[in-house]
């Protein structure tokens, strides 16, 4: 079965959300982060479209290819990027609000996406908007070993980073021929 292309389908526009995402992942010392942080950051957005808001339409240093931009923005060096003075705020207090809002609104961030399929014996389950990657012989097996997997690499910290709520939902997809063999 092909898979499903991701779009955004929240009330806010990507611009907004690009610039909420970069508040909540920069540096706080500088102001600055990097581009593929904001990628990952924002699984329910198409990459490429997160990168053109962050890299030109949001950046006020690149050229002016775009009837409509936002001066969010200016680059520092390859990817990494410095959120300017009139749209800084305080990031210690971004991502319980924005995870809060997110969990509001039943919002794509308000769960961790996974893809499980099945080669050669083994179940393996891939989330989508963390770095988690588990196997098993069973599909109840690698769902015990999924859940396992993501308590030891999730902590507050790392879910504020990446815009999930305290409790994300697990939303597991499995993917299987559609013949029999």
């Given amino acids: 079965m092909a898979q499903e292309k991701r779009t955004g389908t929240g009330s806010r526009p990507i611009h907004e959300e690009v610039l909420a995402a970069a508040r909540r992942l920069c540096r706080p010392e500088d102001w600055t982060f990097a581009m593929n942080d904001v990628v990952h950051a924002l699984p329910h ?4 479209s997160v990168r053109t808001h962050v890299g030109s339409r949001c950046c006020e ?48 961030l308000a769960a961790i ?33 999924l859940q396992d997997a993501l308590e030891l690499h999730l902590d507050e910290e790392e879910l504020a980073r990446t815009g999930l709520p305290p409790e994300p939902r697990l939303v597991v997809n499995y993917e299987t021929s559609a013949l029999a063999s």
């Fill in 45 to 48: 957005r198409n990459p490429g």
């Fill in 61 to 108: 240093n690149a050229n002016r290819n775009h009837a409509h931009t936002w001066p969010y923005f200016r680059r520092v060096r390859r990817g990494v990027y410095e959120i300017l003075p009139p749209y800084r705020r305080a990031a210690q207090d971004a991502p319980e609000r924005d995870a809060a809002r997110h969990a509001e609104e039943g919002s794509a």
């Fill in 113 to 145: 996406h996974v893809a499980v399929s099945e080669s050669e014996g083994w179940y393996v389950a891939e989330c989508l908007e963390v770095a988690v990657v588990t196997q098993g012989r069973t599909l109840d097996e690698t769902l015990a070993n």
